[in-house]
């Protein structure tokens, strides 16, 4: 059982990667048009989509990925915590 905990908390921990990665392709022009910015973007948006209803954008900076970053933290300790890892 505890196997199975580790994996979910090392899913979690390289899908918050992910998430870094997609904001970090913002800042450089076409990078998320390229092959792999559009397979980062498949994964990330429909994890994204619910915070950005929620966090409204201050004028050019989106706040949603800093806030659905600190929740899958939190749940990855969750799973921590759970599973006793």
């Known amino acids: 059982m505890q196997t199975i905990g580790l994996l979910l908390y090392q899913a979690l921990y390289i899908y918050s990667f992910f998430i870094i990665g997609y904001i970090l392709m913002s800042w450089f022009p076409n ?15 429909p994890y994204l989509e ?3 209803k929620f966090v409204p954008p201050l004028g050019m ?7 659905a970053i600190i929740v899958l933290r939190l749940a990855s300790t969750g799973v921590a915590s759970l599973f006793g890892i």
Request: hydrophobic letters at 45%; glycine letters at 8%.
């Open 31 to 45: 990078a998320r048009e390229s092959s792999l910015g559009q397979f980062v973007g498949r994964i990330v948006e």
């Open 50 to 52: 619910p915070f950005r």
């Open 61 to 67: 900076i989106d706040l949603s990925p800093i806030v």
